[in-house]
């Protein structure tokens, strides 16, 4: 099956930095999101991004699908930031969500 | 807008009992996924239903089963309880099967004791 990988694992941020964290997926995919697991453990939808490049806010995504990867930049970090950040796409396999290990990110203020 | 629910909240079971989580899809969504999220770890799929019919499996134990309604709305049964079930339950769902993008519910976390 497809594997994805992210990094980095972790990351510290001072407040006001800016961030880029990367996905590698092993195969094509048909699609790709990006979610935020706060600290309560909601999963928040940020893109839904197969290809091309999104923006909202302070962060974007931009996915290269031929290429086999997807950058997520959080600019100008706040503490609400802080959290775990997860790629997951879907392969060839039906719609299921094959998720990465997610880099959980701490922003200090 | 309304977004995808999911009752109850918190869950805490002995070994050995049964639970049943229950998901309200986003309106319009036919499409129904779960998902197990263990500590430390990322989501892994369950299973689906796209109108009402299982679409996908994944690493369901057998103590486990789900059903799509006619209404849409989702129950996960789980039997015979294990510690090591206790983990966080999301329901996500989305308009078609497929690629399309999956919104998720707040998560029933389940602790067995």
């Known amino acids: 099956g497809i594997q994805v990988e992210q990094s980095p694992p972790d990351l510290i941020l001072q407040e006001g930095a800016n961030s880029t964290l990367r996905c590698n997926f092993s195969d094509s995919v048909n699609n790709l999101q990006w979610f935020h697991q706060n600290p309560w453990g909601q999963l928040i939808n940020l893109f839904y991004?197969?290809?091309g490049t999104k923006q909202n806010g302070r962060l974007s995504a931009t996915t290269v699908a031929t290429e086999r990867y997807s950058l997520l930049y959080i600019s100008s970090s706040q503490t609400t930031d802080s959290g775990v950040y997860f790629c997951a796409v879907y392969g060839n396999q039906g719609g299921k969500l094959i998720f990465g290990q997610g880099t959980e990110l701490s922003v200090k203020p | 807008a309304a977004g995808v629910i999911q009752s109850p909240r918190h869950l805490i079971k002995e070994k050995r009992e049964t639970a049943t989580l229950k998901c309200y899809p986003i309106?319009?969504?036919?499409?129904v996924y779960w998902y197990q999220q263990g500590p430390g770890q990322d989501p892994q799929f369950l299973i689906s239903?796209?109108?009402?019919?299982?679409?996908d499996k994944g690493s369901i134990p057998d103590r486990f089963s789900a059903q799509q309604f006619s209404d849409y709305h989702s129950e996960l049964n789980m039997s015979s309880l294990e510690l090591g079930d206790s983990a966080l339950y999301f329901c996500?769902?989305?308009?078609?099967?497929?690629?399309?993008?999956?919104?998720f519910g707040p998560g029933t976390r389940l602790t067995v004791t």
């Open positions: 991004i197969p290809s």
């Open positions: 239903f796209y109108e009402k019919m299982q679409s």
């Open positions: 996500a769902s989305s308009h078609r099967a497929g690629a399309y993008e999956q919104y």
């Open positions: 309106p319009r969504h036919d499409t």
